[in-house]
């Protein structure tokens, strides 16, 4: 793969010029900067290569659901309490990287105003057939006015853009003044996180909570405090909450895309006889993580810390 070139490496976070290699993915690099614990890939890979992991040829959006109305509208009913604890009314939303519209869809039903863009357009082509106001292309492309929403989230998406700050000032562009930003990222803190960063490096095994080159950042709390403050929110609130499966873990190794592609291929997901020469090495990888994730489960509960960070932030001006 071709990868861009590596000069200019500052932290996104915090502008630190010090982040030496600490892991691997995929044969990408990982760095942590000793300033704020930001972890990224880099260098990155370039635009076309990242076109390329996240075609409809590697298998996503494969098992999509196409009627939205039979999906599940819990992770909107998660986000409609959330905001409203916090006093934020039904306004306009604007999710970014809403990917086949699933999650506006049920907001909608709730009362919300809503938009989403998404840079793949087969999956915005699911959320437009669905009565859905959503477009291809990224915020800073895609020329929203000013000042024009009151809620914008970004669920699973922070660790996937090539500036994270740059993404986060066009949002802080478009929010209206007391409008709230809200974030959903995995937590580069959690138990999982540190203890399989621990196994990566005293073995030099892929560190299993990295998913890079797809995600090209991976933050903790401390990191993704230290971004909105230097974008320019205020009174930002960080939690961290959740667990992830163990199977997923086990798939997210590395070792096995090319068998997930295989599976999601036909659009189900469903474990066929393509699986049996891979079960030798599924045990091994399973053997080896195991004790690795019941140990992060205690450890998260213990702390009171979980898998998953969501942030909030205000927009007071």
């Not at 895309?257 to 045990?283: C, M, N, W």
């Amino acid at each position: 793969m071709t990868k861009e070139n590596t000069d200019n490496m500052l932290c996104e976070c915090c502008g630190n010029a010090t982040a030496p290699e600490t892991a691997s993915k995929r044969g990408y690099a990982l760095r942590k900067c000793l300033s704020c614990g930001l972890f990224f890939v880099w260098p990155q890979p370039s635009r076309e290569d990242l076109g390329f992991l996240y075609s409809r040829s590697q298998g996503y959006f494969c098992t999509a659901a196409t009627d939205l109305a039979k999906t599940s509208g819990k992770s909107a009913l998660n986000l409609h309490k959330l905001l409203a604890e916090r006093r934020l009314g039904k306004g306009m939303l604007l999710d970014i990287g809403c990917s086949t519209g699933e999650l506006i869809f049920h907001m909608k039903r709730l009362g919300y105003t809503v938009a989403g863009c998404d840079v793949s357009a087969e999956a915005v082509r699911i959320a437009i057939d669905n009565g859905l106001d959503a477009k291809v292309g990224d915020i800073a492309s895609l020329q929203y006015q000013a000042k024009s929403f009151d809620i914008i989230n970004m669920g699973d998406v922070l660790e996937h853009v090539s500036s994270p700050y740059d993404t986060l000032r066009t949002a802080f562009f478009l929010l209206k003044p007391g409008g709230a930003i809200v974030i959903a990222t995995p937590n580069s803190n959690s138990g999982f996180a540190l203890s399989t960063l621990f196994l990566s490096r005293i073995t030099g095994f892929p560190w299993a909570h990295s998913e890079a080159p797809y995600h090209l950042f991976e933050f903790a709390p401390k990191s993704i405090l230290e971004l909105l403050g230097k974008v320019g929110f205020s009174a930002s609130e960080v939690m961290t909450s959740g667990n992830v499966s163990f199977r997923y873990t086990v798939g997210a190794t590395g070792y096995f895309d090319d068998l997930k592609r295989e599976l999601k291929s036909t659009g189900q997901y469903k474990i066929r006889t393509s699986v049996i020469p891979h079960i030798a090495k599924l045990f091994a990888i399973a053997g080896l993580l195991l004790p690795f994730y019941l140990f992060s489960r205690i450890a998260n509960q213990m702390k009171n810390r979980g898998e998953v960070i969501t942030a909030i932030a205000r927009k007071t001006y």
